[in-house]
């Protein structure tokens, strides 16, 4: 199975401030990646997938890149309902897995 | 917009067969639409998929889970269940049911229910 990894485990940002998470795949999963975002006692939600396409109704302030292995997912402007647990997702192979998750703190 | 709600027993013993469903309204599971899944989350842990059923009732299931584990629907109810069998303390997790678009197999997770929470325990 393709292993994600996130880093940072925890990145600590002020209010207004940019946000950079990352996650690498162990093998290349083209651009086949997701980024979810979740709140104390909610499920995940959608915010990218292709990589680097929105889901509906999420803001611009959220932006993906990257391919293969390497991918990046960029919060501008924190606002205060941004600080949560966001995690990456691969969906190129089976099973589909996950990233153990960045937590963005204020 | 589709809307899924999980329903289930929330304690189990240890050897037992958990048995969850997931509720789909706002489309039919088997328009093509959507295809269906089960993803846990370990206690403060983080996310595995569990398995998947394309809307023409086909299966996927997680190597890690491989025997324990099968996904049906049942259109009449529009509902789609999760049978894991012999369960253990490892099975304590958050299960949640989302869907998947429906026009390729490998797509991200688009709709989420709100989760039901299982625990194993003697």
């Known amino acids: 199975e393709r292993l994600m990894t996130q880093s940072p485990a925890t990145l600590s940002v002020s209010p207004g401030e940019s946000a950079t998470l990352s996650c690498r795949a162990d093998q290349s999963i083209s651009t086949n990646l997701a980024w979810y975002q979740q709140k104390p006692g909610q499920a995940p939600r959608l915010l990218i997938f292709?990589?680097?396409t929105r889901a509906t109704g999420i803001p611009a302030r959220f932006s993906g890149s990257g391919f293969g292995t390497e991918f990046t997912l960029s919060i501008s402007s924190l606002q205060s309902e941004d600080f949560a647990v966001y995690y990456c997702?691969?969906?190129?192979?089976?099973?589909?897995?996950f990233g153990q998750g960045t937590r963005v703190e204020i | 917009q589709v809307h899924l709600q999980e329903s289930g027993p929330g304690l189990l013993k240890p050897s037992q067969t958990l048995s969850l469903s997931c509720t789909v309204s706002?489309?039919?599971?088997?328009?093509?639409?959507?295809?269906w899944n089960w993803i846990r989350q370990h206690p403060q842990k983080g996310l595995e998929w569990v398995g998947y059923?394309?809307?023409?009732?086909?299966?996927h299931y997680n190597p890690s889970l491989a025997g324990r584990v099968i996904i049906s629907r049942d259109t009449s109810k529009n509902q789609i269940s999760l049978t894991l069998s012999s369960v253990t303390a490892a099975d304590t997790a958050v299960y949640y049911c989302a869907s998947s678009p429906g026009f390729m197999i490998f797509q991200p997770f688009d709709h989420w229910g709100q989760g039901t929470l299982v625990t194993v325990s003697a």
């Open positions: 706002g489309g039919s599971i088997d328009s093509g639409d959507y295809n």
């Open positions: 292709g990589a680097f």
């Open positions: 997702q691969q969906y190129n192979n089976w099973p589909q897995t």
């Open positions: 059923i394309h809307h023409s009732g086909s299966t």
